[in-house]
């Protein structure tokens, strides 16, 4: 089996990969973009989607190629992410001047950094800044990563968990060309557009509440061609294939102009 992730080999999302598939081969992919086109191209027989982080919050990006792409969320799964101050074999603490690493890692270890007198610097992939440091043979300078990508790339682990708030853990949503029936405890995933009027999203979310169906997370994103217009992205405890389920979404389209399910699929029990 191959499954598609976004990032170099080493990034968090190869270690979900393999947490959630097993021992399957990974597909490296440049952008979002290019994992999602992976799987609609067959290169890949799925791909591993982040969608949202505890910390940082929703990942927009995935959400908008969800509704361009005719593809199906099969599952979800929670990675804690645990950052690692990464740098050449024989550098010390006490030689670094700067870290370089994604975004949002350096975000979530900003108060380590700061601490330690460490500059940051933001490159375009967390196992990317292992691999760049790697390239350059730099003594005063570390990567902030997981664990595996100093591994991979032979490198020194100086401290883990660097991060400032251990509560860190990233969603993934596994994706594939085909539906799966879900059996056991399920999660439903929509998308959905409604005229814009008085009570309009009230009337929508109430399907669910009349019916005692438990939303896990509710997202609004623009409509694109259409200025102040919104899509909502709903998850919701139960399978399409509960009649409750089932009533609750029928009910919902007398509002919705637009109304489609994203996947039914097992919840993650970690």
Same mark, same amino acid.
């Given at each position: ?13 190869? #270690? ?26 067959? $290169? ?11 910390? !940082?919050?929703?990942?927009? #990006?995935?959400?908008?190629? /969800? ?11 929670? *990675? ?15 030689? *670094? ?6 975004? %949002? ?16 610097? #933001? ?10 440091? $790697? ?9 902030? !990563? ?11 682990? /100086? ?16 994706? %594939? ?8 405890? !399920? ?7 409604? $005229? ?7 009337? !929508? ?19 694109? =061609?259409?200025?102040?217009?919104? *899509? ?5 405890? =139960?399978?399409? #294939?509960?009649?409750?389920? $089932? ?11 637009? /109304?489609?399910?994203? =996947? ?5 029990? =970690?």
């Amino acid at each position: 089996m191959k499954v598609s992730f976004q990032g170099e080999p080493g990034a968090y999302s190869e #270690q979900a990969v393999f947490d959630y598939f097993g021992n399957v081969e990974t597909v490296p992919c440049e952008s979002f973009d290019a994992m999602f086109d992976s799987v609609i191209a067959g $290169k890949s027989d799925a791909a591993l989607a982040p969608i949202e982080n505890s910390l !940082a919050g929703s990942i927009h #990006q995935n959400y908008d190629l /969800l509704l361009r792409h005719d593809l199906h969320i099969v599952g979800e799964y929670l *990675l804690r992410v645990r950052h690692c101050l990464i740098a050449m074999p024989g550098t010390k603490k006490t030689d *670094l001047k700067k870290a370089i690493s994604h975004p %949002q890692a350096l975000g979530q270890c900003a108060g380590y950094l700061r601490n330690h007198g460490i500059k940051a610097e #933001q490159v375009y992939d967390t196992a990317g800044s292992v691999k760049m440091l $790697k390239e350059s043979g730099a003594m005063d300078v570390a990567a902030i !990563a997981s664990k595996r990508a100093a591994e991979l790339y032979g490198m020194q682990i /100086l401290e883990e968990g660097i991060e400032d708030n251990p509560e860190n853990y990233t969603r993934f949503l596994a994706i %594939q060309r085909g539906a799966v029936l879900p059996a056991g405890e !399920a999660k439903t995933s929509i998308v959905f557009t409604l $005229k814009n009027a008085p009570g309009a999203l009230f009337k !929508a979310l109430s399907v669910f509440a009349l019916r005692d169906l438990d939303l896990t997370k509710i997202e609004s994103r623009p409509l694109q =061609g259409k200025p102040w217009e919104y *899509l909502f992205y709903i998850d919701f405890i =139960g399978s399409m #294939q509960d009649e409750t389920a $089932k009533r609750a979404l029928d009910h919902l389209g007398e509002y919705a102009v637009m /109304l489609r399910v994203l =996947g039914s699929y097992p919840r993650f029990k =970690g």
